[in-house]
C-alpha cells in the first residue's frame, strides 16, 4: 500500500522551485549545481550516503535561503557557528512533515559542501539538456516554458527520493543514487517525449538508449560504474517491488507532475497573491514590516496599482499618511489588522 505522503508535498513543492533560483555566480539553477557537484563528489571517492544527506539537507535550507548557502556566508565574515545558526534556522523553518530520524540526519549534515573532483563530461550535457514538456501521441506538443533541464530534474528526483525514503523504508541513500542516474541516456538523445517514444517504438528506443547509456557510463571509473549500473537496475520492472524502486518511482512521477503544476500555478499568478488577505496563495506581504512600510503602501494607493479603498478622512483631516495628509486605506481607522497588509476585497485597482 502506498503510505500518505500528503504532509510531504509542500516541501517538496519549495524543493521543485530551486529548479527557478539562481545567483549571480552562475547561470546554474540551484538544483542543477546540486546534480553537478553530487556528481564531482561521488567522482572525487565520497560515500554516496554523506552526499545524499547533505545535498538534501542544503535543498531542504535552500528553500529559504536561496543562493545564500554556508560557502557565501563564510565569504562574508560569519564564523562557523553564525554560518550553521542561519542554516538550522532555515532547515528548521521547513522540515517539520519529515520523518523525524530523517529531519536529524538531514540537521546533522548542514554545513558547507565539498566540491569534490572533476564532474564527468556527461554532467554538463544533462544540464544543457531541456526536458520534452507534456507530450501525447497524436496530440500537439504543450511547450512549457521556462524549461528545465534534465539535471534539474534529476536533482529532485533525488532529493525527493531522500525525503520520501522513510515512507518507503527505503535506503536513501540508493535512491539518491537512482534520482542522479535515471536520465544517463538523455546526455545524448534529445528528449521526444512520450509521443516521439511511442512512434520510435520499444525496440528501436531501448537500442538507442543503451547505446547513449553505455557512452556515458565510459566516462566514470571502474568502482563509480558499478554503483551507477546498480541505481539504474532499480528503474527495472523486475525491481519494482524493492523499496528503494517504490520511492524512486514515487520521487519521479511527483516531480514530474509537480512541475507541471507550477506551471499551472505561475499562470493563475495574481496581484492579490503577493499583496492581498485571504488568497489560496496566502499573503506575501511585499511591502513587509519596516519603517517605510506605510508610505510604500500609500504609494501604491495613490498611484492607482492596488485597489483604492475609500479613504479616511477624506479633508485631509488625518495627517496619517506620507502623501498628502490622508489616512491610507490599511490603517486601524479601517478595522485592518495591526502591520499595514493592504486590502483585497476589490479585485480590480481603482473599483
Known sequence: MTPDLQPLAGLLRQVRDLKRVRDARSARSLLERTFVR????????????????????????????????????????????????????????????LDEAMRQLLRDALGALPRGGNPPP??????????????????????????????????AVAVFGVLLAPAFGADPSRVFLTGLTHHLFNVSLPDAGYAGDVLI??????????????????DLNDGLRQRTEEALATTHADQFETPEARAFHAADVLDRVLEME?????????????????????????????FYQTFQQD??????????????????ASGNSGLGGQSPPWTEATGAPAGGAVHAEHPTAGS
Open 201 to 218: 517504438g520499444d525496440d528501436l528506443l531501448n537500442r538507442m538508449a543503451a547505446s547513449a547509456t553505455e557512452g556515458a557510463l565510459s
Open 38 to 97: 553530487s556528481w564531482a563528489r561521488l567522482c572525487a571517492g565520497e560515500a554516496t550516503e554523506s552526499i545524499a544527506r547533505s545535498e538534501s539537507a542544503a535543498a531542504v535550507a535552500g528553500v529559504r535561503l536561496a543562493g545564500l548557502d554556508a560557502a557565501v556566508m563564510t565569504a562574508h565574515g560569519l564564523d562557523d557557528d553564525e554560518v550553521l545558526g542561519v542554516l538550522h534556522r532555515a532547515f528548521d523553518d521547513v522540515a517539520g512533515p
Open 262 to 290: 507550477w506551471h499551472e500555478t505561475s499562470a493563475r499568478f495574481q496581484l492579490a497573491d503577493a499583496l492581498g488577505r485571504n488568497t489560496d496563495a496566502g499573503q506575501l506581504d511585499i511591502c513587509h514590516d519596516g
Open 122 to 155: 556527461f554532467v554538463d550535457a544533462l544540464v544543457r539538456q531541456p526536458r520534452a514538456g507534456a507530450t501525447h501521441p497524436g496530440l500537439p506538443r504543450r511547450v512549457l516554458e521556462p524549461s528545465e533541464s534534465h539535471a534539474d530534474h534529476c536533482a
Open 299 to 316: 504609494v501604491l494607493a495613490r498611484a492607482g496599482v492596488w485597489p483604492l479603498d475609500p479613504l479616511v478622512g477624506g479633508d485631509g
